[in-house]
């Protein structure tokens, strides 16, 4: 299915983005991996080499999404390497850990140009050239845009106007033959090579500990129980719901039943949430 298709990976040189890269390549894919630094873009590419990866079908370039023009340059880049563009996976964003009450609007901001804002330019100026490939316009979203949970509201603004986002772009372009694909999942576990994970261990608590929230907010999904994905595990996942051509995946499945609920029967729903939460912080305050 992905033989020789040229895939622009958004978010690609580090974390989950670069786990789908590898899984493309090795799938057969010619891969283009975006990161914001060029030093991002060499460990990227260094980890894969280094993992055995089929380098000859990755190549990698550093652009901030976040900024006018970048979209547009990275598809041209694409046009330049790959000959095109295919598809694309967007995996930019940026979470975090916040009491919705005190983030100033610059703060949420940040938030939307980082989860959202950024998508829209690189969307629009590969949007032609996949719907005429059939191909995937695939969206990194998370569970956090589905259910919003304690001291995680701004990045669950954020990755909420993302999933409407990618609805929008799906009623324009999916009549002309492109799939566009919305991922929710829980907290992933990061690979033990990735070249970001000493960074990431640390930063949830610092921002809690800023924000003078609880040390139960810095937990993997803040005080839920929800314990981290497997990357590879949910790669396959992806592309496979890539080649069903599902229009929305989200893992794990109990709390899509959760948000399901939530949307059907608000009240109960919300109720049965606040339990879960409540009971999830009481555990961890005795651990």
């Given at each position: 299915m992905w033989q020789n298709r040229r895939v622009v990976v958004a978010g690609g040189t580090a974390g989950f983005g670069l786990v789908l890269a590898r899984h493309l390549a090795r799938a057969g894919a010619r891969v283009l991996i975006v990161g914001r630094s060029s030093e991002g873009v060499r460990r990227g590419l260094e980890t894969c080499d280094q993992a055995g990866d089929p380098i000859d079908r990755l190549q990698g370039i550093a652009a901030d999404l976040g900024r006018a023009g970048e979209g547009n340059r990275v598809a041209a880049e694409a046009e330049r390497l790959l000959g095109g563009v295919d598809d694309l996976f967007f995996c930019v964003g940026r979470s975090g850990r916040a009491a919705i009450l005190n983030t100033s609007p610059a703060a949420l901001q940040e938030y939307l140009d980082a989860n959202l804002l950024s998508a829209v330019e690189i969307t629009q100026a590969v949007a032609d050239d996949v719907a005429s490939a059939r191909g995937h316009l695939v969206y990194i979203g998370s569970l956090a845009?589905?259910?919003?949970?304690?001291f995680m509201g701004p990045y669950s603004v954020a990755k909420s106007a993302l999933a409407a986002y990618a609805d929008a772009i799906r009623?324009?372009?999916?009549?002309?033959?492109?799939?566009?694909?919305?991922?929710?999942p829980g907290p992933i576990r990061r690979t033990a090579d990735d070249p970001a994970a000493d960074r990431a261990a640390a930063r949830y608590a610092e921002e809690a500990v800023a924000a003078g929230l609880p040390p139960e907010a810095a937990a993997p999904g803040g005080t839920t129980s929800l314990g981290q994905l497997d990357p590879d595990s949910l790669a396959r996942s992806i592309l496979d719901a890539c080649r069903r051509r599902t229009s929305e995946l989200v893992v794990p499945r109990k709390v899509g039943l959760l948000a399901g609920i939530i949307e059907w029967f608000p009240d109960a729903g919300r109720r049965l949430l606040d339990r879960l939460t409540r009971r999830r912080r009481n555990q961890q305050r005795d651990q």
């Open positions: 845009g589905k259910i919003v949970m304690p009623i324009e372009i999916a009549p002309r033959g492109a799939h566009v694909l919305l991922v929710s």
